[in-house]
């Protein structure tokens, strides 16, 4: 099936005219392949996973959201949003940790 440009009318394959306002429909190629997907469309899974990861597995989240962003940068799909959030979400929360971490070392061998 394919549609008219001017009404949006379904038409057949084989028709060369609409059937409901008449205008002319564009010549189907045979060489071209109408089911691809336009990757402009489509979100990169790594960047999503990363983001939910950074989350609740820091370094996961980390690791999968600059994998996600340089497939992101290769391809050309969505999610460059995510994977960014994905790596600053798990930068600041492993910076903290880290910071935390430095101070209850320090309180604790600080009295002994």
Do not use: P, W
């Not at 999610?79 to 209850?104: E, N, Q, T, W, Y």
């Amino acid at each position: 099936m394919r549609y008219c440009g001017q009404c949006g009318t379904k038409c057949d394959i084989n028709d060369c005219f609409c059937t409901q306002c008449g205008s002319k429909l564009e010549v189907l190629d045979s060489n071209t392949n109408y089911n691809t997907v336009d990757n402009s469309q489509k979100m990169n899974i790594m960047c999503v996973v990363g983001f939910v990861c950074s989350f609740i597995f820091v370094i996961l989240g980390l690791i999968l959201s600059i994998v996600g962003l340089n497939q992101v940068k290769k391809t050309g799909e969505d999610g460059k949003a995510f994977a960014v959030a994905g790596i600053v979400i798990s930068s600041l929360k492993l910076a903290i940790l880290l910071f935390f971490l430095i101070i209850f070392y320090f309180m604790i061998f600080s009295y002994l």
